[in-house]
């Protein structure tokens, strides 16, 4: 049951995250480029790079942080499934290009982030 609990509380403080995030890159920079998305899966990419080397590598954090942070909490804010939809929409939209930088920057900068996030752990 804690395990359940640990989820919950970091998914919902997630999922208020990237609605906070996302509504504020909206409104500030007022973009039809999903940006928001593409923000927040870095950063949640960069952060699940880092947290997973504390937690199995140097074993700084206990498996249930795990739990709370990369399973709840950045899967709640990391946003696959807006990402996977705005990408078909712009190609619904004949964006091919916008769709393109978005899937492949999406993945490189995703896959760069969590290799930063996990270097940086590795460092301490």
Same mark, same amino acid.
């Given at each position: 049951?804690q395990?359940?609990l640990a989820?919950?509380? =970091? =998914?919902?403080?997630g999922?208020? $995250?990237r609605y906070l995030?996302?509504?504020?890159?909206f409104?500030r920079?007022?973009?039809h480029?999903?940006?928001?998305?593409?923000?927040?899966?870095a950063?949640g990419?960069?952060?699940m790079?880092?947290?997973?080397?504390?937690?199995?590598e140097? =074993?700084?954090?206990?498996?249930?942080?795990?739990?709370?942070?990369?399973?709840?909490?950045?899967g709640g804010?990391t946003?696959? $499934?807006?990402?996977?939809?705005?990408?078909?929409?712009?190609?619904?939209e004949g964006?091919?290009? =916008?769709?393109?930088l978005?899937i492949?920057?999406s993945v490189?900068?995703?896959v760069?982030?969590a290799?930063?996030?996990a270097?940086a752990?590795?460092?301490?």
């Amino acid at each position: 049951m804690q395990e359940l609990l640990a989820v919950a509380l =970091g =998914g919902s403080i997630g999922a208020v $995250s990237r609605y906070l995030v996302t509504n504020y890159i909206f409104i500030r920079w007022h973009c039809h480029w999903p940006w928001a998305t593409f923000i927040v899966n870095a950063a949640g990419c960069l952060a699940m790079g880092f947290l997973m080397v504390l937690i199995t590598e140097k =074993g700084l954090l206990t498996p249930y942080w795990r739990l709370l942070l990369c399973v709840g909490f950045l899967g709640g804010l990391t946003t696959f $499934s807006s990402f996977s939809y705005e990408s078909l929409t712009l190609l619904s939209e004949g964006n091919l290009a =916008g769709a393109g930088l978005n899937i492949i920057g999406s993945v490189v900068v995703g896959v760069v982030c969590a290799w930063f996030g996990a270097m940086a752990a590795r460092s301490l």
